[in-house]
């Protein structure tokens, strides 16, 4: 089987993320949809709005960013430029593909300790040690457990993280533990499916980590389409 749109993960855990991914996707686009909506009838028609709106969309369109990052390798949707690639013989582009995967791990363990590191202060962990990979964590890091969104009202399904992480103090706000969370499940994710794509470019199940044949393709379709018209 070629690398395509139609490339699954055959196993239990393959098919979870599967489902994650598609679900989180659909379900973020559905309430950026639905807020929006919401805040432009209050605005036009009532003349009010939702103080936290414009914010919840922002932290919504992050996650899909990150979500949609980690299924695009997935179904091999990410951009690129093989027409230095394509003058290789077949083992020639697996070999380059290899290397670009090589480098794809490479970034995407950068990633995941990068966003751990940033993340963990705001749920009252410890960051990693060492520059480009973990060695350990990092002792006496002062927590940013009390940062929390500007205008996002607290939910009652979050209030055990007052007890948990900030010292059983109230949280007027949404904690930014809660919407930073997205950094090390992306990154994590991310990783998972470079991990995932390596292995079928190994097994052959797919022939690169980029997609911009078919790109080229769709705008050739596009353009022809356009001179029709």
């Known amino acids: 089987m070629s690398g395509h749109s139609g490339y699954h993960a055959r196993s239990a855990f393959g098919r979870f993320i599967n489902n994650l991914e598609e679900t989180a996707i659909a379900v973020l686009l559905g309430l950026m949809t639905l807020v929006t909506f919401i805040n432009v009838v209050l605005r036009y028609v009532f003349g009010d709005s939702l103080i936290w709106g414009l914010e919840v969309t922002l932290i919504l369109f992050a996650w899909l960013v990150l979500f949609g990052i980690s299924y695009g390798f997935k179904v091999t949707a990410h951009l690129g430029v093989d027409a230095l690639t394509n003058l290789f013989p077949p083992k020639g582009r697996k070999v380059l593909a290899l290397v670009a995967a090589a480098c ?126």
């Open 104 to 229: 794809c791990l490479a970034y995407a363990l950068l990633l995941l300790k990068g966003a751990w590191d940033y993340w963990a202060p705001f749920a009252a962990l410890q960051p990693t040690e060492g520059r480009w990979f973990p060695t350990g964590f990092t002792e006496g890091v002062r927590d940013r457990a009390f940062y929390t969104t500007d205008q996002v009202p607290m939910l009652g399904i979050f209030r055990w993280l007052e007890d948990a992480i900030n010292y059983g103090e109230e949280y007027d706000k949404l904690p930014r533990v809660i919407p930073y969370v997205i950094l090390p499940v992306g990154a994590a994710l991310i990783l998972f499916r470079v991990i995932q794509a390596t292995v079928g470019l190994f097994t052959g199940t797919r022939e690169s980590l980029i997609v911009s044949h078919e790109a080229e393709d769709a705008v050739d379709a596009a353009a022809a389409k356009a001179e029709k018209d």
